[in-house]
């Protein structure tokens, strides 16, 4: 079976076909869905929509395009959504200096609340990360120093040196359609060296369609086109790479029901 490690299906892109677009998932074999709260404000709306679903679950956080807008978050505001058995982890958080470097410091100080807050619930941090390696290495290896946490790099499409960082501190690294896409072979290479124990697959629906879809709305059904990929990366059975993940997604997100 496969899991969804990152998606956002309650976005507006699904507002006319959301049922439809978990159905054929579920077709496509597609067991657990992890719905990610990218605004905390939102969370609570995905809380109440995982529970009338099945095996879908959300985290709560901000993500770090609107850092800005919660300038006084703090760790307790996040850590009061985590209550929720239907909040498995904290984020979606981070950096990306690519868009928004103008608002580096909101997105820091915002980032480091997130971090605390992973500390103190033991929940996993879900890590965006986009042209800020350095930044990134300093702020969580400081962190780490004081009070080790678990995570991952979701979406990872860093340096082989990120890369490394975060698995030495006992991260998991998370594939996208990203890997399917041709002019990724270099990204190919760096999940070449990534233990099978560290993987997780994603959609991040409805961005990054993966090959043969580009072009076309992500889904979570898609996320077995890139199960596929990093099969033949690794040179395993798909049907090996999907319970692999699927493994090591229950062994991260523990507050995830494992049930049949």
Same mark, same amino acid.
């Given at each position: +079976? ?25 077709? +496509? ?30 985290? *709560? ?20 959504? *985590? ?5 498995? @982890?904290? @984020? ?14 909101? %997105? ?13 619930? @033991? ?12 930044? +990134? +290495? ?41 890997? *399917? ?33 580009? @072009? %076309? ?8 086109? *890139? ?34």
């Amino acid at each position: +079976m496969f899991t969804d490690s990152h998606c956002h299906i309650n976005a507006e892109d699904f507002a006319a076909d959301r049922e439809a677009v978990i159905l054929r998932a579920r077709e +496509m074999n597609v067991r657990y869905i992890l719905d990610v709260s990218d605004d905390i404000a939102r969370t609570p709306q995905i809380i109440d929509f995982c529970r009338m679903q099945r095996h879908i679950y959300t985290t *709560t956080g901000v993500h770090p395009e609107i850092a800005n807008k919660y300038p006084a978050l703090t760790a307790a505001d996040i850590m009061a959504q *985590t209550e929720s058995e239907y909040v498995v @982890g904290i @984020g979606e958080c981070g950096l990306d200096y690519y868009y928004n470097s103008d608002i580096k410091d909101s %997105q820091i100080k915002v980032f480091n609340e997130h971090i605390k807050a992973a500390q103190q619930s @033991g929940l996993p941090l879900i890590i965006h990360n986009r042209d800020a390696d350095a930044d +990134m +290495m300093e702020i969580l290896a400081r962190a780490y120093r004081q009070k080790p946490f678990t995570g991952e790099l979701h979406c990872f499409s860093s340096s082989r040196e990120l890369c490394e960082f975060a698995l030495g501190i006992g991260f998991y690294i998370s594939a996208s359609g990203i890997i *399917t896409f041709k002019k990724s072979e270099d990204l190919r290479q760096i999940f070449a060296g990534v233990p099978l124990d560290r993987l997780l697959i994603e959609t991040d629906a409805p961005y990054l369609a993966p090959t043969p879809h580009r @072009g %076309q709305r992500n889904e979570p059904a898609f996320v077995v086109n *890139t199960a596929e990929v990093l099969a033949q990366i690794k040179q395993v059975e798909v049907a090996q790479m999907a319970d692999m993940t699927t493994n090591n997604f229950l062994r991260l997100f523990q507050k995830v029901k494992k049930d049949d």
